[in-house]
């Protein structure tokens, strides 16, 4: 099945709706698609979803010999390249890439003229050695603008990248391992966003990010680079139909905005991957992912990874049971931390006042009231729900609050411990009566959170020796393989609880 | 049962999730990890093919493996060869003559039995893609040092420890202990490689059962 022309009908369907102020996909004229960012394990890769389109990008540090007349400055290189799986009509043997040729040399020599990265603190030794940094972009699905989803994908890799650090002695260089010391980031100076507009009826509809079809009937195309400060990067326009000055300045108008928008959410992901300070953390990335309160079909399928319907049950009865208390809006997100996958699963809230367009895998946020202890739990975030309420609120409200605070403890408490002992009842019972007092104060507030962690620490103590005694039975001396668990080994943070 | 490096067992193999059916140009795709090694595979088939490398009876498997940073083509083109074997046998070529199916890997990030993690992506990209195959095929590979065998290395493991060899098993669930492919790389006696075959042929089952579920769950979308 080959599409490479779109039929006339569907031309001029996309035209006339146009005219007549729609698009396809009912977005404005003006709307950017969803933007969704992931990163990977190691620092530089990152996947980026703009609407459909789904790009892929890691980068790659070597030393090299810089050239001669400029002995001190480092390489900074982009090569894009579509994949065989971004499009229908593929042949297996593909090996032309004059569609990303363009794309590729506008990025790569408006980084190097603009001077996004600083090069000269990329010299190791000058004129003999200097750090080459080449970054891969591979498009994986192509819906339509490239070039925007590409140029964001290669900012996020280059501010997420890490380089090794390098010491000089007697005229040789050392690089360090990342155990020995710590890596650093590279020297961003600022970070143009590229914004591509489609050109329709000889100028006078101008479009923002053209999906796959508008871009087969658009006549013309132009691509901005701008930064926050409103400085242009680049314009290119390569062909198409022409535009006057008027339209022009509007197109950069509307582009400043765009990369404003843009550059937020940028920063917003980045400060939340880079506070990863644990490496326990870091490695779990993956396993936690945050679920806007929608539907349950959206729950479902919004989850990363496939779970036995057991479990998935029991995190829609939790979500219900949440969705029920009335001081919950619906834009705000749950975290869910699956540890051991069948074993716990952990709820927070997060109420974020802002609207959430972007569906993305988080992790927990930091403390909020700063304290950053060595064995930060999940069950930190549970009393974040406490932490957002201003002492502007009045009183009336708090009773209620409490009230529905203590059943959302219960019920996370419940769902945690499925057999409650005497004990864990009697310290059920303190947290009960911790949260139903009135006026406090931050002192008061930060004894009673920290007499809930240790609370549950001791109940989460509890459970792992019981695990851990049922395991003791099991363990043969020789190999032999009785029950192979493709579940993630315990968590590090529980074997320490219970030394202590 | 002394821990490895990273706390598991040397019977324990990591975490595996994947995410299917999500490329809208593919016929079939999916996002396959094991632990940090991360893949990502996509089908498109059958489909009309150039005439020197059309079969008259089958349709002609071309596999295209990518890794990230395009640096080592030698082992690019290892991968798409014993990947090729494999699964000419797994799919019912003769169902759809004189066409050609293109499976693509992207190598998201390696950290260990890479071999494994796309052998088990291409399964599963083949079934979202609904091409027809003789049957569900499992592979691991195993670590082997000192008369200890660990399943499912990590490359921390592999630099680590001297003296090492790998064993990667293909396994189906045809005939018990059958074997589709198998690469030995170092010394490895014929008692270890016994023993590899019979925690292998546990071990396939939860594979199987992983496979399952992220089968059954991608139905209801």
Same mark, same amino acid.
């Given at each position: 099945m080959k599409r490479q022309q779109l039929s006339t009908n569907e031309q001029n369907f996309v035209g006339s709706s146009l005219i007549s102020g729609r698009r396809i996909d009912l977005r404005s004229l003006n709307e950017i698609r969803d933007l969704s960012i992931s990163f990977g394990s190691k620092y530089g890769q990152v996947m980026v979803k703009l609407g459909k389109t789904k790009v892929i990008s890691s980068i790659q540090a070597t030393v090299a010999q810089p050239f001669k007349d400029r002995p001190q400055e480092g390489f900074c290189r982009v090569r894009i390249s579509l994949s065989?799986?971004?499009?229908?009509?593929?042949?297996?043997n593909r090996k032309s890439q004059s569609d990303t040729l363009e794309i590729q040399r506008m990025i790569e020599d408006s980084y190097r003229e603009s001077r996004v990265?600083?090069?000269?603190?990329?010299?190791?030794?000058?004129?003999?050695w200097v750090w080459e940094i080449v970054c891969n972009v591979h498009v994986?699905?192509?819906?339509?603008n490239i070039s925007d989803a590409a140029n964001i994908a290669t900012i996020l890799s280059l501010s997420h990248f890490k380089l090794p650090q390098v010491t000089i002695k007697n005229g040789k260089a050392i690089i360090h391992t990342d155990e020995e010391k710590e890596l650093i980031p590279l020297s961003i100076y600022h970070l143009p966003i590229s914004v591509s507009f489609g050109l329709f009826e000889k100028g006078e509809i101008i479009i923002v990010d053209p999906c796959l079809i508008e871009e087969k009937t658009i006549e013309g195309r132009i691509i901005m680079m701008v930064n926050i400060h409103e400085e242009i990067c680049s314009i290119r326009k390569g062909g198409g139909t022409p535009l006057t000055l008027d339209q022009i300045l509007y197109c950069t108008k509307l582009a400043s905005e765009k990369a404003k928008e843009i550059s937020l959410i940028i920063d917003r992901e980045l400060e939340k991957d880079l506070k990863l300070k644990t490496k326990q953390e870091y490695d779990n990335r993956h396993l936690i992912s945050s679920i806007l309160m929608k539907d349950e079909q959206t729950i479902k399928s919004s989850l990363p990874f496939p779970i036995s319907n057991s479990l998935e049950e029991t995190i829609l009865d939790k979500i219900r049971n949440i969705q029920s208390?009335?001081?919950?809006?619906?834009n705000s997100t749950i975290e869910i931390e699956i540890s051991e996958l069948s074993k716990f699963t952990n709820l927070s809230l997060n109420l974020e006042q802002k609207k959430d367009t972007v569906q993305v895998i988080n992790q927990k946020n930091v403390d909020k009231s700063g304290d950053e202890d060595?064995?930060? +739990? !999940? *069950?930190?975030?549970?009393f974040e729900a406490n932490n957002n309420?201003?002492?502007?609120?009045?009183?009336?409200?708090l009773n209620q609050r409490n009230e529905q605070f203590k059943e959302f403890i219960e019920i996370t408490n419940i769902l945690q411990n499925q057999n409650l002992s005497k004990k864990e009842l009697e310290l059920l019972n303190q947290l009960n009566s911790v949260s139903s007092?009135?006026?406090?104060t931050n002192n008061e507030k930060k004894e009673s959170q920290e007499i809930i962690l240790n609370n549950q620490k001791k109940i989460q103590n509890n459970e792992i020796e019981k695990i851990n005694s049922k395991k003791n039975l099991k363990? +043969? !001396? *020789?190999?032999?393989?009785?029950e192979i668990d493709?579940?993630?080994?315990?968590?590090p943070q529980f074997q320490t609880l219970k030394k202590k | 049962m002394t821990k490895r490096?990273?706390?598991?067992?040397?019977?324990q193999m990591r975490p595996l999730s994947s995410i299917l059916?999500?490329?809208?140009?593919?016929d079939g795709s999916v996002i396959y990890s094991q632990g940090k090694t991360k893949v990502l595979v996509g089908v498109h088939g059958p489909k009309e093919v150039n005439t020197f490398k059309e079969q008259y009876d089958k349709a002609t498997v071309s596999v295209v493996v990518k890794t990230e940073?395009?640096?080592?083509l030698r082992k690019e083109k290892t991968l798409e060869k014993d990947l090729k074997g494999i699964l000419e046998y797994m799919i019912?070529?003769?169902?759809?003559?004189r066409s050609e199916i293109i499976i693509t890997a992207h190598?998201?990030?390696?950290?260990?039995s890479l071999f494994s993690t796309l052998v088990n992506a291409c399964v599963l990209a083949l079934c979202d893609a609904g091409i027809e195959i003789r049957s569900l095929v499992y592979s691991i590979t195993f670590l082997i040092t000192e008369n200890k065998i660990l399943i499912d290395p990590i490359e921390n493991e592999i630099a680590k420890i001297s003296n090492h060899s790998r064993v990667s098993l293909v396994l189906s669930?045809?005939?018990?202990?059958?074997?589709?492919f198998s690469k030995c790389i170092g010394l490895t006696s014929l008692e270890i490689y016994d023993k590899c075959l019979e925690i292998g042929n546990v071990a396939k089952l939860s594979i199987r059962k992983f496979m399952k579920q992220s089968l059954k769950k991608n139905q209801n979308k």
């Open positions: 065989n799986v971004s499009t229908i009509d593929i042949e297996s990265v600083d090069l000269e603190s990329l010299c190791i030794i000058p004129d003999i994986v699905d192509n819906d339509g208390l009335s001081w919950t809006n619906k060595e064995n930060e +739990n !999940e *069950n930190d975030d549970d309420y201003s002492d502007d609120e009045e009183d009336e409200n007092s009135n006026n406090k363990k +043969n !001396e *020789n190999h032999k393989p009785d493709f579940s993630i080994a315990i968590n | 490096i990273d706390n598991r067992n040397p019977n059916g999500e490329n809208e140009n593919s940073q395009r640096d080592d019912f070529t003769e169902r759809s003559p190598i998201l990030n390696d950290d260990g669930k045809d005939n018990e202990d059958s074997i589709v």
